[in-house]
Every structure is written in C-alpha cells, then in structure tokens.
C-alpha cells in the first residue's frame, strides 16, 4: 500500500514538476544570459531612466533569488503583471485569451490524425488490392518524412493561393474551413505516426486465431479488420498519440505564425519582437500547463481502452 500511495504521489507531482522546470528555465533564460535584460526589452537606445524604470517595474533592481520567489508567486496566482505592449491588460489574461483557438486546433487535429492514421494502416494491410496497399505504404512514408515547416507552406500556397480551393486560414470569413484547413495540415505528421505503429500492430494482429474464427463465422474482410482486429491495436495507437501530443502542440504553435491565425503562436511571436517579457512568461507558462493536461488526458484514455497499461 505505501509504495502504492507513493506511486501515486510521483504521478500527481510530476507534472507539477515538469511546469515548474520549464517556467525556471525560461525565468533564468532572461536573468543569466550575458547583457542587461532591461536592455535586451528596451533595446540599446533607451535612456539610462527608462532601463532604471523598467528594472524597478519587472524587479530585475532585486537580488535573483528574491525575483525567482516573486516569480514563483506569479506562477501560483497566475498574475504575471501587466503587458509591457499593453499596459491595461493582464499578461496572461492576455494569453488564456488566445489559449482555446491553440487548444481547438490541436484537438481536432488530433482527432484528424487519428482517423487518417488509423484508415491508412487498415488499407495498407486489410486492403484486397496489392496496389491499394503499396500506394499507402508510400504516403504513409511520404507523410512521416515530411516536416511540418516545409509542408505547411507549400500546401497553403498550393491549396489556398493558386489553386484557391481552399480558403486562407488567416481570413476572418474563413470559419471552419479555414480551421479545418490548418488542423489538417497539422494532422499529417500525426496520422503518419499514428499510422506506422498501427500498421506494425495490425500486422502482428493478422495471424491471430480469434481473426481466423471470424473470418470462419463468415464475416466480411472490412468487418474481419474493423471490428475484430483494430480494438486489439488501440493500445499502441493511443500510446503513440499521447507520446506525440507534446510535438503537435509545439506545431500547433509555430503552423499558427506560418499561417498567421490568432492563437498562442501569434501572441508569442508578437511578444517575442516586442520584447514583452510578462507575456513571453505567461505564454511558456500556459503551453507547458496545456502540454501537461493533454499527456494526463492521453494517458488516462490509453489506461481506459488498454488494461494492460494499469499495472
């Protein structure tokens, strides 16, 4: 029982922990590196007052060790000050503003991801035909050698600017098929991971014995595979998606810059070539936050579906 209670005392701490680094790595980031930080806001011109000003306003004028126990009380009260850019607003109010347009395309993304993984992997292997099977052999290779920063581009030039099939995710009247578009696009890298591991399980799956009895009972190939062999590969599916989770929001990130829709990337970005310190924190802050709850989602789902996971 006790290594039990303390099993589960490192699992609620860890991702406390995991935040709490990330957030002191970023708060040292900006403390130790060579230069004065109140420089490095302002830039070189500003005046001897303005630096000092700015000092005393984010407490750089402290000793570090005092600035690290302030910063920690940001971080439990989630109050960061206000934005340097935006003096009026609260820096992360400013960023759980954008938070639910980054947490909505990842989301679906995933969902997108999940359901090309899965059908790639289904065709490659349960496919009757042998040229069905190599031509998703080859996108799923394709997919999984392709990174997202050259992809991205090129299909959002293609799709929404030559061919203009689709419209610019950045455009306000886009709706959900600009959000759609971006989600898809942010997809492809998971649905090919998805779709390279649930391919090896189905291949492992495609001898086993119950698959023989229901070919035997008369049941049709799709429903051989659909039914009774792809419940047998969720564990590996759902392993993969939640190991991957970290990737895609980090993609999810830099594909709202490329494609400039309002979310956690255009407020970073923005904050990054203003220099707003507060909002550069609070940004870090947050993602690590929604990292951390997307993995303990992820690892409860594949605890739920997968029981060989709750030993």
């Known amino acids: 029982m006790k290594i039990r209670g303390r099993s589960a005392l490192a699992a609620a701490l860890s991702p406390l922990l995991t935040v709490l680094a990330v957030c002191s790595l970023v708060f040292l980031a900006f403390r130790l590196l060579p230069g004065d930080p109140s420089e490095l806001v302002l830039g070189e011109h500003a005046t001897l007052e303005e630096r000092t000003q700015l000092r005393a306003q984010l407490h750089l004028d402290e000793p570090l060790s005092r600035q690290y126990v302030l910063f920690l009380g940001r971080l439990v009260h989630g109050r960061f000050g206000p934005s340097l850019r935006h003096p009026e607003t609260d820096a992360f109010r400013l960023v759980l503003g954008a938070l639910p347009d980054t947490a909505l395309l990842a989301a679906i993304a995933v969902t997108l991801g999940a359901l090309l993984g899965v059908t790639g992997a289904l065709v490659a292997v349960g496919s009757p035909s042998r040229l069905l099977r190599a031509i998703a052999d080859r996108a799923i ?56 591991v649930a391919r090896s399980a189905l291949r492992e799956a495609r001898k086993a014995p119950f698959l023989q009895v229901a070919r035997a009972k008369g049941r049709s190939e799709l429903a051989v595979w659909v039914v009774h062999a792809l419940p047998s590969c969720v564990g590996p599916i759902v392993t993969v998606i939640a190991a991957q989770l970290g990737a895609l929001l980090g993609g999810a990130i830099v594909l709202e810059r490329i494609l400039e829709r309002r979310g956690l990337g255009t407020v970073l970005a923005e904050a990054l070539s203003a220099r707003d310190l507060p909002v550069i924190e609070a940004t870090v802050v947050a993602s690590a936050l929604l990292f951390v709850a997307a993995q303990a989602f992820g690892e409860r789902v594949h605890v739920a579906v997968d029981p060989r996971a709750r030993g």
């Open 141 to 196: 290779g394709l997919a999984a050698s392709i990174p997202l920063l050259a992809f991205a581009p090129t299909a959002l030039w293609l799709l929404a600017v030559k061919l203009q099939l689709v419209p610019l995710p950045a455009d306000p009247d886009a709706g959900l098929a600009g959000l759609f578009f971006a989600s898809g696009l942010l997809a492809i890298p998971l649905g090919a991971a998805v779709a390279r």
